[in-house]
């Protein structure tokens, strides 16, 4: 098999780090029952190019729960004092960085969070999960009558002629199937939930079962499949199908196997 990676058939992300772009949506964020922020100018940062951060304004920060931890930390966007946070009872240490005079300009007096850290964050009034959303990024939803055929180790997964395809800037195309175009006697309900800042809270995930004819016994591959039983409503039309992992399944689509993508894996 051939180490080189597979060609790229969907669009990459192509912001820089340490970009930094005004964020004209209303920004909050709660810990325990409290509003830590509201701040209408909040202010995208991309420590890394597939997503940005939050950086929050002090002004508009309940300074009361932050709490310094004199431990000041170096990075290309300046000095920043970490802090922790401390809402009655609840503490959460190097949860918040605080950046002074020396950063860069347009994150001087500007505060970043750590994401998991707080209990919820808010786009306007919606709940937003995992990180922020990046205003670069598209998420299509699209109905299709191209053939998608799913199998792993030869074993038939899902056979669709009606597929939904999912095209988000970065990731690879990923295809829903109906239910009724999978084959359940393969596939293991689990308990893993999972959240996407676009699509919203998994309703449920399987892993696959294979029978293996060396050992006489299943391989199970955990967590193959996924499904949104509840999604935003701008990804209604994948509510309650299920996709499967490119990196970990064979895709064929109108008969052409799809070479597996090279990708960082993670988490629907």
Not at 140 to 151: F, G, M
Request: glycine letters at 6%.
């Amino acid at each position: 098999m051939s180490d080189q990676p597979a060609p790229r058939d969907y669009p990459q992300m192509i912001t820089p780090v340490n970009h930094i772009e005004p964020v004209p949506r209303r920004i909050r964020g709660y810990l325990g029952g409290q509003m830590l922020f509201d701040t209408m100018s909040a202010r995208y940062v991309w420590e890394s190019p597939k997503y940005p951060q939050y950086y929050i304004p002090t002004a508009d920060v309940d300074r009361s729960a932050l709490v310094d931890e004199d431990q000041p930390q170096q990075s290309s966007r300046g000095t920043a004092r970490r802090h922790s946070l401390q809402v009655g009872d609840i503490t959460r240490p190097a949860a918040a960085k605080v950046y002074g005079a020396d950063a860069l300009p347009e994150l001087v007096d500007t505060v970043w969070f750590r994401w998991a850290t707080l209990d919820a964050w808010f786009e306007e009034d919606e709940q937003v999960y995992v990180h922020p959303r990046n205003p670069y990024t598209r998420v299509d939803a699209l109905r299709s009558t191209r053939s998608v055929r799913i199998e792993l180790s030869g074993v038939l997964l899902a056979d669709s002629e009606s597929p939904v395809m999912v095209f988000e800037t970065g990731l690879p195309t990923r295809y829903y199937i109906d239910p009724t175009d999978v084959s359940f006697g393969h596939l293991v309900p689990t308990s893993t939930v999972t959240a996407c800042p676009y699509k919203g809270t998994t309703g449920g995930y399987w892993s696959v079962r294979i029978p293996d004819p060396a050992t006489g016994s299943d391989t199970v591959h955990k967590d193959l499949a996924w499904m949104y039983a509840f999604p935003t409503r701008q990804l209604l039309p994948i509510s309650g199908l299920l996709a499967f992992y490119n990196e970990r399944v064979d895709i064929f689509l109108e008969g052409r196997l799809l070479p597996r993508p090279k990708t960082h894996f993670f988490r629907e």
